[in-house]
């Protein structure tokens, strides 16, 4: 089940599902992973963050304040703490007492059935040793070509390049960058995740002659998926996994 990260001529969209189905499910949870995967996605997307012991778990924000009945960072409390956490009743009581996932957790689960891009967190609060970790974690689920591992973080895309030059990455960026093949291969990636409203047929076709793939993020409407599509954009990520059908 590696990932493709090239769109062949005529191929479907590569479907990817925002923080698992963030449109019906509480974001980074296993439920909203499953759903996404019901959903026909063929990669769910999440963040990871590393807890004051060091573990790798998924959820956003650098602090648990919006998408939990907790408060404080994540950085200061322990994955015994971050599990007595419900981060489900949120987003509705349908979903009490949902916990925060590991990233082992997720692995365990997507291994042979779908695979995962994983956005590492870094800035304004750092995570010494995040990258080495994600990837440990990869390699002990045999997952090393089921991954793509972005970040907004160029330079721990870098590192992770270093660590595994087996495992996709792709720069994420807001903005119309001025070298954007620049941008990426100073980070070693094979991939470039721009925010949807910065893609045009121009940089598709840019980005497709220099080998690379490119995978905007997060439009949430019917029509904009379909303009990225019809530019031949190699993946979309959304909350609306749906949308895909109507494509």
Do not use: C
């Amino acid at each position: 089940m590696d990932i493709s990260l090239l769109r062949a001529t005529g191929a479907p969209l590569l479907r990817v599902g925002h923080r698992g189905a963030k449109g019906h499910a509480p974001e980074n949870t296993q439920i909203s992973f499953a759903v996404a995967a019901g959903m026909g996605v063929s990669v769910v997307e999440t963040d990871v963050h590393l807890s004051k012991d060091g573990e790798v778990v998924l959820i956003h924000d650098h602090t648990v304040n919006r998408t939990t009945n907790g408060h404080g960072y994540v950085k200061d409390l322990t994955l015994t703490e971050l599990k007595k956490l419900d981060a489900g009743s949120w987003y509705d009581a349908r979903f009490a007492g949902e916990p925060i996932p590991t990233l082992d957790e997720l692995l365990s689960w997507a291994r042979g059935r779908i695979a995962v891009a994983i956005e590492i967190k870094n800035g304004p609060i750092y995570y010494p040793g995040i990258v080495a970790k994600t990837i440990q974690a990869l390699r002990r689920h045999d997952m090393t070509r089921q991954a793509i591992l972005i970040s907004f973080d160029h330079l721990a895309l870098r590192k992770a390049k270093q660590l595994a030059p087996e495992i996709l990455t792709g720069i994420l960026y807001v903005g119309g960058l001025a070298d954007p093949i620049g941008a990426a291969r100073a980070a070693g990636a094979n991939a470039l995740h721009p925010h949807w409203a910065y893609v045009t047929p121009e940089l598709v076709q840019t980005v497709h002659a220099a080998g690379l793939a490119i995978s905007p993020w997060n439009p949430n409407d019917l029509p904009t998926i379909r303009m990225l599509s019809e530019m031949g954009v190699d993946s979309v990520g959304t909350d609306y996994p749906e949308l895909f059908d109507q494509v």
